[in-house]
């Protein structure tokens, strides 16, 4: 396991607290760039944790590295116990929600919507 970092200019964690304001916005905030991938989907903070970053805190605990970010287990759940985990980015991106890539006409893939990691096999498949 990662040793635990310290911050002290911010005792109580000013990573934590950047990401929990984070967290916030993007469900909260309609004026928020990431909250139609967000708030605009459904995507909500518990109670508890959208009333207390002390509340945050005491069920997250602190991130394990300064490379780890909250990440949700299953992305269409909401920010709660049980759902958010602090994570690496590579951890991150092999949870992601799944999207497809429309490639050109000129592409291998003739301009078919694909999802990435189909790509093989349709080249194959052509």
């Known amino acids: 396991m990662a040793k635990q ?6 005792p109580k ?3 934590e607290y950047i990401a929990w304001l984070g967290m916030k916005a993007r ?7 990431g909250y139609k991938w967000y708030g605009a989907r459904g995507i909500k903070v518990c109670d508890r944790w959208n009333k207390s970053f002390d509340a945050f805190l005491e069920d997250m605990g ?12 299953d992305n269409d759940g909401n920010y709660e116990p049980g759902n958010v985990r602090w994570a690496t980015r590579d951890v991150q991106r092999l949870n992601q929600r799944r999207r497809s890539i429309r490639m050109g006409r000129k592409s291998p893939l003739g301009g ?14 052509d």
């Not at 970092?5 to 911010?10: P, Q």
């Not at 469900?27 to 760039?33: F, Q």
């Not at 602190?62 to 287990?73: C, F, I, K």
Request: charged share 40%; hydrophobic share 20%; aromatic share 10%.
């Open 5 to 10: 970092y310290e911050d002290r200019k911010y």
């Open 13 to 15: 964690g000013k990573k």
């Open 27 to 33: 469900c909260n905030n309609p004026n928020c760039r």
């Open 62 to 73: 602190r991130a394990p590295s300064p490379d780890h970010s909250l990440d949700r287990t």
């Open 112 to 125: 078919r919507a694909q999802m990435a990691e189909n790509w093989e096999y349709a080249v194959e498949d």
